[in-house]
């Protein structure tokens, strides 16, 4: 009986058969799967990449905008700055020129109102100078000291020895004309001790230029805060004496060093500028001198924009002083004796000196201001 099937040997070659196909067929679904995770793996690097250059392009653009930012702010700043700075020197400038200009022209007043003048009592003189009062002194320095910002108007003969007992008998004579209280006046020509009292002034001072000389005051507005002041010697103080002297001597508007009022309680820097009286129009001799009492806070408020803020003002003099001021818009704030500038800010710095007149600009008398 015959039976169908495949003999042993076929049956092996069949299983090889089948063994080499499942093989063949293994390794070729391994080779798709390693490809496919090579694919993922490149489009995710290149996902990586694109995000870190966006990222650098990100990172490079913030910082070329904070820079190109940066420095247009640094030149906004700068040219604000120059711009408020030269505005400063101007407007300073042209107040203290309106200073000069005002006590110059009262002057002239006195010498032309008094050139040919002369004293009608022989008890005193019979020359016009020293003996001579300014009708409505008051009224006439209002309005200059309303241009020039001042904070009081004088007037002040200059009074030689000889001449002081007849001078203040005049003085005596004359106080209701200038609304001075006779009592004090009859005190006479006085000068502050070292404790600050009262008493008579001498005229001859230690390295005082002249000797024998008074210049007090004898008119004033206004007088209500100023009462005290009649007849005090203002050589008898060696910043106003300085600039006294000086002012007889070259015949020219002078300035003091900075002072300290007695009318202030707080720090407050302030000056006074003299301009010469003369005898005649010869302007040979000087006789007195008319005075404006200024601080100089009030010289630098007003000039600058509210949006020009934190300006720093160092005010020094050839004698050694220096005050620091801040200047915040319109405002201006004293912060004391001394420089107190930002040295980070030093190469913005800007110096310029603050003279009376090209003809005036001797050191001595020079003030110089760093912004």
């Known amino acids: 009986m015959m039976k169908g099937g495949l003999s042993r040997r076929q049956s092996d070659v069949s299983r ?54 940066r420095q247009n702010e640094r030149n906004d700043f700068e040219h604000s700055y120059t711009e408020a700075v030269n505005r400063l020197i101007s407007v300073i400038r042209i107040r203290k020129d309106s200073m000069v200009a005002a006590t110059r022209s009262f002057s002239e007043v ?39 910002k001042g904070r009081a108007f004088e007037f002040s003969p200059i009074i030689r020895e000889n001449d002081r007992l007849a001078w203040e008998m005049y003085a005596l004579d004359q106080a209701h004309v200038v609304n001075a209280s006779q009592e004090q006046i009859a005190e006479g020509i006085y000068m502050k001790s070292e404790d600050n009292s009262v008493i ?15 210049s007090p005051v004898w008119q004033i507005e206004p007088t209500q805060t100023n009462s005290k002041a009649f007849l005090f010697d203002l050589r008898s103080q060696i910043d106003r004496r300085r600039a006294v002297d000086d002012m007889i ?32 129009l010869s302007r040979v001799e000087v006789v007195g001198s008319t005075l404006l009492v200024f601080n100089w806070d009030v010289v630098l408020e007003k000039i600058l924009p509210n949006n020009i803020r934190g300006v720093v003002v160092v005010m020094s003099t050839n004698t050694g002083q220096s005050f620091t001021f801040e200047i915040n818009g319109d405002d201006v704030s004293v912060l004391g004796e001394g420089d107190f500038h930002d040295t980070k800010y030093e190469k913005h710095e800007v110096t310029f000196h603050v003279s009376l007149g ?14």
């Open 200 to 214: 008579s002034a001498t005229g001859n001072y230690p390295g005082a230029r002249y000797q024998g000389l008074f």
């Open 358 to 371: 090209k003809e005036e600009s001797f050191v001595d008398k020079a003030n110089k201001a760093v912004v």
């Open 16 to 69: 090889r058969s089948l063994q080499s196909v499942a093989s063949t067929t293994v390794p070729s679904a391994g080779y798709e799967g390693r490809g496919a995770y090579r694919e993922a793996r490149a489009v995710k690097c290149v996902r990586v990449l694109v995000v870190i250059l966006l990222i650098a392009a990100a990172a490079v653009v913030t910082s070329l905008t904070y820079h190109y930012v």
């Open 110 to 148: 006195f010498t032309t109102q008094y050139r040919d003048s002369h004293y009608n009592s022989t008890t005193y003189s019979d020359q016009g100078w020293p003996f001579v009062t300014m009708p409505n002194f008051e009224k006439q320095v209002r309005g200059l000291m309303e241009i020039s």
């Open 249 to 280: 001597q070259f015949k020219i508007p002078t300035l003091t060093s900075i002072l300290q009022l007695v009318q202030d309680a707080g720090i407050r820097p302030s000056a006074i500028l003299f301009s010469p009286v003369f005898r005649d």
